[in-house]
């Protein structure tokens, strides 16, 4: 199996990073797949969404196992993988996995101590999903660098035109340095406010500023207070609010990101030419 590795990033907070990773995840594996979420996020936003109120109390975390690859110590099958009732997986972050950013700036191959640590477990998922913190900091770095897809979550109140730019040249960056791979899937509309026009000229504003470049995903998710309560309940949107349109939303989005990697693969057998 050769997972894909899709990191979701955007230096901005707030905009439905953390609530993606979770939906989109718990998405793809009510779609059959076998899926690890990553937290990438000294917060643990992640983490503490997929019922997990207490992350420092977690016997291991992230950067207990970045530790290890950076000491060169062995990493068990599974070890320290959580299960979630959903039917995913998780590698959990607390508060230490600042403290190795820190450590990361001094270390040997310093921007590919995640892909490292996931090239250990890779072999058990089709989807591995990173929740990148809030900066394009170390962090963020590791998991564009062990990426091969990146999905930009951008919150639809407001016209993100500047940090959008940063995180691009970002991307570019690593692409061009460290992991050629690295694709762009698109850049998703979050929190959508139905009775504005807001998102529609956000969104043909994105289109027109990176025309052919990247994607906007046909897909939206809407402003709900239902996706705001899963967070607490430890649930995704499929179980808190099964009918509502943020589990249609969130539905709609796995769909589009499998056709995504449909098409890829097709492009890459040399069909579509
Ligand atoms: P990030 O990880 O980018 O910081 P989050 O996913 O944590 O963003 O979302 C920021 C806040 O917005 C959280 O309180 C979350 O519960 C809320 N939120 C996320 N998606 C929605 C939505 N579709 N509708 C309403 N609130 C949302
Ligand atoms: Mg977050």
Redesign the pocket.
Known sequence: MNAQIIAIA?Q??????????ANLGIGLARAGKKVLLVDG?PQG??TI?LGNPQPDKLPVTLSDMMGKVLTDQPIAPHEGILHHAEGVDLMPADIQLSGMEVSLVNAMSRETVLKQYLDTVKRDYTHILI?CQ?SLGMLTVNALAAANRVLI?VQAEYLPAKGLEQLLQTISKVRRQINPKLQIDGILL???DSRTNFAKEVSALLRETYGGKIKVFGTD???????????AEGKSIFAHDPGGK?AE?YENLTKEVLKIEKQREKCKAGFGR
């Open positions: 955007n901005k907070g707030g905009v439905g990073k953390t609530t993606t990773c996020d936003s992640l969404s929740d809030p979550p979050t929190m959508v998710i809407p402003h709900s207070v239902r996706a705001k309560e899963t967070s943020v939303g």
